[in-house]
């Protein structure tokens, strides 16, 4: 968890025996006041501590998370056409790939990736459209050299506001600049300096250190830093909030009182070099609050739990984001201390015991009701990250409103259709109001004066920009009833759910044994159920025998993981299919466990309540047709005119307990039809590891390639999700690099010196680029490489994907290291095939198949396997 303060010195008393033993600090919130807190018979040390905040909890959904809707009636989902590639993540971004939209990075890490050898990477292909973009054109700009400064107090003051007002006392002095709490620019050239200042809350006089760090000139990466330093000034004549990284207004909030919720609408702006001008993209951002304070959450859970209610608090709050409305920072519930309470003491730096009680209502005016209440625990991981232990930060949950949504708010159907009216905007809204916050900051005297002093001017309207409109690819089925004609059509819209009424499975595998395990109080729903879906698979041309229906006393999770145990003990079937009566997570986690590494088979787990619904033939088309793709079959091919080509996805999840390690999946495509897939999964703690395991997946991947086609892929192209902007030298040198050096040495000692070709590239699904056709969504297909593209990356963006509520949000390509011999045409339009063949869906996709089956598996053993798979699963799409 990092703290939203700029910094924060000092020790504290730790709430547990095992806390102090640890080394680590307990700070009674993470903006704390100058007095520097420590343990009795310590001495106190200043420890920085960073800011920046999560913001969000990260991805739990079960099923689909990356570009299509699904159906809710199953843990294994089935997706169908919708609107995931809209704004389903507008509420609040998580935290994987954040730094993507939201923030100016240093030069250090902007490091150029394009080719110098590309002369153009414009495509040709298709249809050439105009479109807007939620840009605006900087039509006037600073060209003045600028001065940069770094800013330190002594005593340290973390409140970025205070540190504001502080060094404004003597505006007279330094002239015209802009400071952001600790870096200050200025077109005046100034002397290193000490200024003091009186802090009003303790009249304390606080010493101001201003240095000169540099100048820089128009074309400084440090240089468009500042003007998004200028936009954060202008939330702030705005009345905008802080809140984690972006900036919400508290005053047209919109209540839910039903679910006793608000929607806070906000703002995401970055101003950046793009292919030809500097441009502002603007983006509406929402922030979902909960009006109940973590207080009435507690004593909600104690009436209803009664002696167990520790437990249950503890569970229903650890990894909650919370906001502290004192301070407007947001902080990530690590643990609860019930044997600290707010009238607790701790010692402050002049050895002087106070509670928490007298520390908030000296400190920010707050009065504390129940002194009774347990502390909840957030942790800082500044120093973890520099080699030191974490502080650990005490909050009241008295003081602190929940943000973000649970599991079970994310199931309540009705919840999330309210909360989609105000945050699933649709192109028309969406676009007035960036057009409505264009006037907002036009209208605004204050901020015109400040745009007036630094010579800067925004259009104020939206960015025209060129796209072309790919035709539409032709997907390629079975044949239908008595016919030895495969099928061919190209779907309109992205979207073929319709037309494969009339349609079969490309290729099938015959299931002849398999068991169905169902509980005695559930065994009569699957009467009706099974004729129906070996009716439905007969009609696709995937033949299913009568199953082994197994009964069992309950549906509980123990009682799952004994029966399975010895149910596959004595021989494993060709599929498991489990009935469950709702979607708990412990049982899928014990199926899924069980039937990925305690006993490897392919398992398909549904619920009772899917069984009976009324669109009962269409759901069980989808279950046969998953099936099916477990055991090796395929629903149909999309024409991909390259042999000996390899597709390889990659993707990175966390595990959800233990926060310390990750699974990187890599899923790669065994031949040209793209129809057969290699999988494996790797835990790790570090980059170190990662790097590693994946050279090691992707020779595997070669070689197993190799043994199915009798030679080895002559084109690999790597589709890597879950990288973040400044990661990407990092990317560069530790997989690029040893995965290029791992296959030279595997070409040369296995394939006779075999040439190769190679392709690397980055995925980003979480942007705030949003694209509109006259007001209207764009349609599948859509490229643009032009004009919103950065100037120094090999960079694209497609829209692939239909949606049906909200905005859609391209996909953004980042090509960082390829030799693959094929043009920027060629290469996007490869990109926008694979978008259509993504087996658990009938309709196109955000990202590459390969990659998405990646984002899949690396969800399902992050979340509910916890471990590496068996290697007998590994070229089967168990994990759809």
Not at 22 to 40: F, Y
Request: with cysteine.
């Amino acid at each position: 968890m990092r703290s939203q303060s700029r910094g924060q010195p000092g020790r504290g008393r730790a709430g547990s025996q095992q806390q102090q033993s640890s080394g680590q600090r307990q700070l009674p919130h993470a903006q704390a006041s100058s007095e520097q807190l420590r343990r009795p018979g310590q001495s106190a040390t200043a420890t920085p501590s960073t800011s920046g905040g999560r913001g969000s909890q990260h991805h739990t959904e079960k099923g689909d998370a990356s570009g299509v809707q699904t159906i809710g009636r199953g843990l294994e989902k089935l997706t169908v056409s919708g609107d995931g590639g809209g704004d389903a993540g507008a509420m609040q971004p998580s935290r994987r790939g954040m730094s993507r939209g939201n923030r100016t990075l240093p030069g250090d890490i902007l490091k150029p990736t394009r080719p110098k050898d590309l002369d153009s990477k414009k495509g040709v292909t298709g249809q050439a459209i105009r479109l807007y973009a939620n840009y605006y054109k900087v039509l006037k700009a600073t060209d003045w050299s600028l001065h940069q400064y770094r800013v330190d107090f002594a005593p340290e003051e973390d409140n970025t506001f205070v540190r504001k007002g502080l060094l404004k006392v003597h505006k007279k002095a330094l002239g015209m600049y802009i400071f952001d709490g600790t870096v200050m620019y200025s077109s005046n050239r100034l002397q290193d300096q000490v200024l003091t200042s009186k802090r009003e809350s303790d009249q304390e006089i606080i010493t101001i250190t201003v240095r000169s760090v540099g100048d820089m000139v128009r074309g400084d990466s440090h240089y468009l830093q500042f003007f998004n330093i200028i936009m954060r000034k202008c939330y702030e004549q705005l009345k905008l909030k802080l809140v984690g990284r972006n900036f919400y207004d508290p005053h047209e909030k919109i209540s839910i009182p039903t679910f006793k919720m608000e929607v806070w609408p906000g703002y995401i702006t970055s101003i950046r070099q793009h292919e030809n001008d500097i441009l502002m993209c603007a983006e509406i951002s929402s922030k979902v609050m909960r009006s109940e304070t973590l207080h009435e959450i507690y004593l909600e859970i104690r009436e209803r739990y009664g002696n167990r209610y520790q437990d249950a608090f503890s569970q229903a709050v650890i990894n909650t984001v919370v906001l502290t409305a004192y301070n407007n920072n947001t902080y990530t519930i690590d643990d609860v201390d019930f044997k600290t309470t707010p009238a607790s003491q701790f010692t402050l730096k002049n050895n002087e015991k106070i509670t928490y009680i007298q520390y908030y209502k000296k400190k920010y005016g707050r009065d504390i009701t129940n002194p009774n209440q347990p502390m909840l625990v957030a942790k800082s991981k500044v120093r973890v990250r520099q080699g030191g232990p974490a502080d650990l930060i005490y909050l009241v949950p008295e003081l602190c409103n929940a943000t973000g949504l649970t599991d079970d708010m994310r199931e309540n159907f009705k919840l999330m259709q309210a909360l989609a009216q105000y945050t699933r905007l649709g192109p028309e809204s969406r676009i007035d109001k960036l057009l409505k916050f264009n006037r907002r900051l036009n209208s605004k005297p204050e901020i015109q004066q400040e745009f007036k002093e630094w010579n800067l001017q925004l259009d104020n309207k939206l960015l025209e920009i060129p796209g072309r409109l790919l035709p539409p690819e032709t997907l390629t089925f079975g044949p239908p009833a008595r016919d030895s004609h495969r099928r061919q059509i190209k779907p309109t819209n992205g979207d073929w759910t319709r037309e494969m009424q009339n349609t079969t499975c490309l290729t099938s595998v015959e299931l002849k044994d398999w068991v169905l395990i169902v509980s005695e109080r559930d065994k009569r729903d699957i009467e009706r159920f099974v004729p129906t879906l070996r009716n439905v698979a007969e009609g696709v041309r995937f033949r299913i025998a009568e199953p082994r229906v197994c009964t069992i006393s309950d549906d509980r999770a123990n009682t799952y993981n004994m029966f399975l145990e010895s149910l596959l003990s004595k021989k494993i079937p060709q599929l498991v299919f489990c009935v469950a009566s709702n979607n708990r997570s412990d049982r899928y986690s014990v199926i899924k466990k069980k039937c990925c590494v305690d006993r490897p088979v392919p398992s398909q787990v549904c619920l009772k309540r899917t069984l009976g619904h009324r669109n009962i033939m269409s759901i069980a088309t989808k279950i046969a047709i998953q099936m099916n793709c477990k055991l090796g079959g395929a629903p149909w091919t999309v024409d991909i005119p390259l042999d000996g080509l390899m597709i390889i996805g990659f993707d990175v999840s966390h595990d959800t307990i233990d926060r310390s390690k990750d699974f990187g999946a890599m899923v790669a495509s065994m031949d040209k039809q793209m129809t057969r897939y290699y999988s494996t999964v790797s835990s790790h703690s570090d980059g170190d590891e990662l790097s590693k395991d994946l050279c090691k997946n992707v020779c595997k991947a070669v070689q197993m390639y190799h043994r199915i086609n009798n030679v080895a892929p002559n084109r690999i192209v790597v589709y890597r999700d879950g990288v973040g902007e400044g990661q990407i030298p990092q990317v560069q040198e530790r997989e690029v690099k040893q995965i290029r050096k791992a296959l030279d040495s595997l070409y040369t000692s296995s394939y006779n010196g075999q040439n190769y070709k190679f392709a690397f590239i980055v995925v980003t699904k979480r942007l705030n680029t949003r694209l509109f056709n006259n007001k209207n969504n764009p349609v599948p297909g859509t490229i643009v490489d032009d004009v919103i593209t950065d100037p120094m990356k090999y960079d694209f963006f497609i829209v692939s994907q239909q949606v049906r509520q909200g905005t859609v949000t391209p996909t953004s390509y980042n090509i960082i290291d390829s030799n693959i011999g094929l043009d920027p045409d060629k290469i996007q339009r490869l990109t926008f095939k694979l978008t259509h063949m993504y087996y658990n869906c009938s309709n196109t996709v955000r990202v590459p198949a390969p990659c998405h089956y990646a984002h899949k598996l690396a969800f399902l053993i992050s979340r509910y396997v916890h471990k590496a798979p068996e290697n007998h699963l590994q070229n089967m799409l168990y994990f759809l």
